[in-house]
């Protein structure tokens, strides 16, 4: 059970959130005498300097051989391999806290159901009558071409599936050139919707089409079929574990150890297409 929330101040080589000296030294001067802080942030690289500041009383995570880890704590060697899950739940069990279960769990509220609802335009989309898009990502170089997504949409929409665009505020753009470009309309729905509500629309949604971001694990946590564009990413460590109800497509040249290979570096709408048609005409069965 979760008892607060304390929003990340952001801190220097961690790129998620945009870095406030004045913010960073606002959060780290609260009387907080945590007993314990666990980092959980991959590798640890730059997040176990921040960790040791919090100043708890016992600290444990995860470091990278040669990096810095706090002393007199418990730290045990980043695995380099696997998927991201189960790097974490490798420090859950070297904490004598195991778990054999490494799914995603992400629990909707009636609060995000009625924030969704809350939105005549998303309010009025039949349940599993439309398809989620997402064309945005913090990393550009792993964002997929906007008319790529376009002729995608497009292909979803020939089949009577409305048309979705998802994202943050700072997505809109995106969102906006791929509905420029569509000859089907679209809601564009970037900007509008809170991480609760975005879960919301997806458990409400037959299929998620997306670049490797954030969104591709709330689909994964709400068990929402999708399908995943890695262009610049690690299939291996990033991927949904579920491969029936969450597909890869995978440019060319990237690690993809099982994964089919795209036939181009990036990959073409058809393969997506492809991909989003198996999944909606019910070739996985959940």
Do not use: K
């Not at 606002?26 to 007993?35: N, S, T, W």
């Not at 335009?121 to 071409?145: I, N």
């Not at 597909?247 to 492809?274: F, K, M, N, Q, Y």
């Amino acid at each position: 059970m979760i008892d607060a929330l304390l929003p990340f101040p952001g801190f220097p080589g961690i790129p998620e959130q945009t870095y406030s000296p004045r913010a960073l030294a606002a959060f780290l001067a609260q009387e907080a005498p945590f007993d314990l802080a666990v980092q959980m942030h991959g590798s640890g690289t730059v997040s176990n300097a921040f960790t040791a500041l919090l100043g708890a009383r016992a600290t444990a995570g995860l470091y990278q051989p040669g990096h810095y880890r706090p002393a007199d704590a418990t730290f045990f060697a980043y695995p380099n391999h696997g998927s991201e899950i189960h790097r974490c739940l490798f420090l859950t069990q070297s904490l004598r806290c195991p778990s054999d279960d490494d799914r995603l769990v992400f629990p909707v509220s009636a609060a995000d159901r009625a924030a969704l609802d809350a939105n005549a335009a998303l309010r009025a989309l039949p349940p599993r009558g439309f398809v989620c898009l997402h064309a945005g990502s913090r990393d550009p170089a792993r964002r997929w071409p906007a008319d790529r997504f376009a002729r995608v949409a497009d292909r979803l929409a020939e089949l009577g599936y409305s048309i979705v665009l998802t994202g943050t505020a700072s997505e809109r753009a995106a969102a906006a050139a791929v509905a420029a470009a569509m000859r089907h309309p679209a809601t564009n729905a970037a900007g509008e919707t809170s991480v609760g509500a975005a879960a919301a629309l997806l458990e409400r949604a037959a299929l998620l089409v997306t670049n490797d971001t954030g969104i591709s694990h709330l689909a994964a946590s709400v068990r929402t079929p999708s399908v995943v564009v890695f262009l610049a990413s690690d299939p291996d460590r990033w991927a949904p574990i579920d491969r029936s109800r969450h597909r890869c497509v995978v440019a060319r040249g990237l690690s993809t150890r099982g994964l089919r290979r795209s036939r181009h570096t990036v990959p073409a709408a058809d393969e997506i297409v492809s991909e989003a048609v198996s999944l909606l005409i019910g070739a996985y069965d959940g």
